[in-house]
């Protein structure tokens, strides 16, 4: 199934007013939210208009993860996709399905990452790819069969983490510390990773899927987004946030690839873009 021409446009010229709003603005947080919004257009219609027929004889369900399903997908990062299969049986007749839209995806140039997995899988701890469960704690529906979303969003996700949370946050606390040894274990770089280093964006995140894991063990609910960080925190990350999704969308359009190292170079041309300061600041 090659991708639409039609469909072809609509993420060409979709794709070319978010960068023309982005140059006029400097939103990264707007940014990453309709780029994210604008790819949940594209499954949605090859769903739709390819997929939806063949599909619906077989509990298939097509979900987002990662950055992609926080509605954080910055211009060139990997468009992280799930397709969710009731069963070993019915994965194995949707192989086709599954196939035929990650090709019309990648006729159109999108980095996409897909996962096939079971929900007997995702109610599994996967301890040589614990970074696969945490992904399940960002999942978003996009199309496909919402009661098999639903099923795995309410029972077995928390299931899963009520089990294995203790695990699932010293895991994460580990690999956190081995990619601050790569980075010297400190704030202060002057050619920073603005999503790598100590302090930059995956920080934050850390501690979201901790606080998260945290109160899905207490309570098996899933807290609101809003109430990830204490009060006392919000603001200022919040703030801190927008400074570091604005200068890692520059840093996208800038080098056109999900690079995200500001060099005194990059540093310079984004303070001479304006990037990161306020409205009528110098």
């Not at 097509?62 to 049986?89: H, K, Q």
């Not at 019915?90 to 096939?116: G, N």
């Not at 040589?128 to 069969?145: A, H």
Request: overall charge negative.
């Amino acid at each position: 199934m090659a991708a639409n021409p039609v469909l072809q446009d609509v993420y060409r010229s979709g794709s070319e007013e978010i960068r023309e709003r982005f140059d006029d603005s400097h939103n990264g947080q707007v940014t990453v939210r309709k780029r994210s919004d604008l790819i949940d257009q594209v499954l949605t219609q090859l769903w739709n208009r390819n997929l939806a027929v063949e599909a619906k004889s077989e509990k298939l369900c097509v979900m987002a993860l990662g950055g992609y399903g926080r509605r954080a997908l910055f211009p060139y990062s990997d468009v992280d996709v799930l397709f969710l299969c009731e069963s070993e049986p019915s994965e194995h007749s949707q192989r086709q399905v599954i196939r035929s839209l990650c090709q019309a995806l990648w006729d159109l140039h999108l980095r996409v990452s897909p996962a096939t997995r079971t929900l007997a899988e995702c109610g599994k701890l996967q301890r040589d790819n614990v970074e696969f469960n945490v992904s399940l704690l960002d999942c978003r529906y996009i199309c496909g069969d919402a009661e098999l979303f639903e099923q795995l969003r309410a029972h077995v996700i928390p299931r899963m983490v009520a089990r294995e949370a203790q695990e699932l946050m010293q895991r994460l606390t580990d690999l956190t510390r081995a990619r601050h040894n790569k980075y010297g274990h400190t704030i202060f770089h002057l050619e920073p990773n603005i999503k790598d280093c100590p302090g930059g964006m995956r920080d934050y995140q850390v501690a979201c899927w901790l606080t998260l894991i945290s109160e899905l063990e207490k309570t098996g609910v899933w807290p609101s987004p809003e109430n990830l960080l204490p009060n006392a925190f919000r603001k200022e990350c919040g703030t801190a946030l927008e400074f570091l999704s604005a200068v890692r969308c520059f840093l996208h359009y800038r080098q056109g690839r999900d690079l995200n190292g500001l060099t005194y170079e990059l540093q310079s041309e984004a303070a001479a873009a304006g990037i990161g300061f306020e409205e009528g600041s110098p």
